[in-house]
């Protein structure tokens, strides 16, 4: 597949080639699938890396000014090469929300992130760099396709909802040239604090002894001074490996020892090695800055993976810090499951220009 353009710099496509196995709902809708791969910025040392993504383009004419563009920011996938979305035909479960932005109208631009199908290691909840890495990622699809405006928005579950807030943030010094209507952050990991307090309490759910140790295997390739034995041990320590796997015989064998995970097992050895932790946790947690656009930002009250009280703490300082945040509260509902009834119209609303709503005026 030929690049159209000599970019250079942050967003700048190296490769791109046709996904030719892409899920079909996909196929019936788009102009353009491509697997492409994009320069984009390091959070942990601003090194210029290499990232990979795909881009999609829906089919008939561009409006006047051009295809609006949705950043779709996946949740978490694993911490391995093999775990990019674009290497899969359902995108590992975004394909669903690729084709409706399609059959509305919108380019859509999905990131692995950094390390995820490209080279290098992935810095798992690394807001910093998933942002760079979701901004990059439309402006690679704007080299790609050519009738796409400026206007842009985030979008994100999990994983994602961390990525596309933190691109906010970034938006208006990284994203200079774009023009940011908004993000969504559904079900965000935002506040990442708790987890140290809660390793140390023994108080982790299942689901939160999986997601630390994944922060913890990368931040050891970020911070190699980090011992990790002051922070395994037990059924973590003896499936290490097996634990960071995601495709393949070992995610099977992944999700049988993972119910076996106590919360003690990744309880740190020392107060020194708790307050390491809450320091490098703390260091990954929004808000970090002030967000450029409005944000929608929805989480359940029942959610295993980040605590409610922590998910509502991180608003409270966003709005301190005087962002604008529409917020959706299900206390009936978990991590996922969050109702997607009003996200379409606030995302169409933010491209028509109307004025966002701002529950922090509420508060």
């Known amino acids: 597949m030929p690049i159209p353009s000599d970019a250079t710099g942050p967003g700048a496509v190296l490769r791109a080639v046709e996904i030719p196995t892409i899920d079909r709902r996909i196929v019936k809708l788009a102009a353009l699938t491509a697997r492409v791969t994009y320069l984009s910025t390091s959070g942990v040392d601003g090194s210029i890396t290499e990232v990979s993504g795909s881009v999609f383009a829906p089919q008939g004419n561009a409006p006047e000014d051009g295809w609006p563009i949705i950043a779709l920011a996946h949740g978490t996938t694993g911490i391995q090469q093999e775990c990019a979305p674009s290497k899969d035909s359902q995108l590992l479960g975004s394909s669903l929300l690729v084709s409706e932005f399609l059959r509305r109208g919108y380019v859509v631009a999905v990131p692995d992130y950094q390390g995820?199908?490209?080279?290098?290691?992935?810095?798992?909840?690394?807001?910093?760099?998933?942002?760079?890495n979701v901004i990059d990622a439309v402006r690679a699809s704007r080299q790609m396709i050519p009738d796409?405006?400026?206007?842009?928005?985030?979008?994100?579950?999990?994983?994602?909802?961390?990525?596309?807030?933190a691109a906010n943030e970034l938006a208006r010094e990284y994203g200079q040239?774009?023009?940011?209507?908004?993000?969504?952050?559904?079900?965000?990991?935002?506040?990442l604090r708790g987890l140290a307090d809660a390793a140390a309490t023994g108080?982790?759910?299942?689901?939160?002894?999986?997601v630390l140790q994944w922060v913890l295997a990368t931040?050891?390739?970020?911070?190699?001074?980090?011992d990790l034995d002051e922070y395994r041990r037990g059924v973590v320590a003896q499936n290490w490996d097996v634990l960071l796997s995601c495709s393949g015989p070992t995610a099977e064998t992944r999700a049988r020892i993972a119910t076996t995970v106590s919360a003690d097992d990744l309880r740190p050895a020392t107060p020194e090695a708790l307050?390491?932790?809450?320091?490098?946790?703390?260091?990954?947690s929004l808000p970090k800055g002030i967000a450029a656009a409005p944000m929608l930002i929805g989480y359940g009250g029942m959610d295993s993976f980040m605590r409610p009280e922590s998910t509502a703490r991180a608003i409270a300082e966003a709005c301190a810090k005087?962002?604008?945040?529409d917020v959706i509260f299900d206390p009936a509902k978990g991590h996922g499951g969050m109702d997607m009834g009003p996200v379409m119209p606030?995302?169409?609303?933010?491209?028509?220009?109307?004025?966002?709503?701002?529950?922090?005026?509420?508060?």
Not at 119 to 132: K, R
Not at 346 to 363: D, K, L, M, V, Y
């Open 116 to 132: 995820l199908g490209g080279p290098g290691f992935h810095p798992y909840l690394d807001p910093t760099t998933e942002g760079y």
């Open 148 to 165: 796409t405006s400026d206007r842009w928005l985030g979008f994100g579950y999990s994983q994602g909802g961390q990525a596309s807030w």
């Open 177 to 191: 040239g774009l023009n940011l209507v908004g993000t969504v952050a559904m079900s965000p990991l935002a506040n």
């Open 203 to 210: 108080t982790l759910t299942t689901e939160q002894v999986l």
């Open 219 to 226: 931040l050891e390739r970020s911070h190699p001074g980090l």
């Open 275 to 284: 307050g390491r932790l809450r320091e490098l946790l703390d260091a990954m």
């Open 322 to 325: 005087g962002a604008v945040v």
């Open 346 to 363: 606030w995302i169409e609303a933010r491209f028509a220009g109307q004025p966002a709503p701002n529950t922090c005026e509420q508060s």
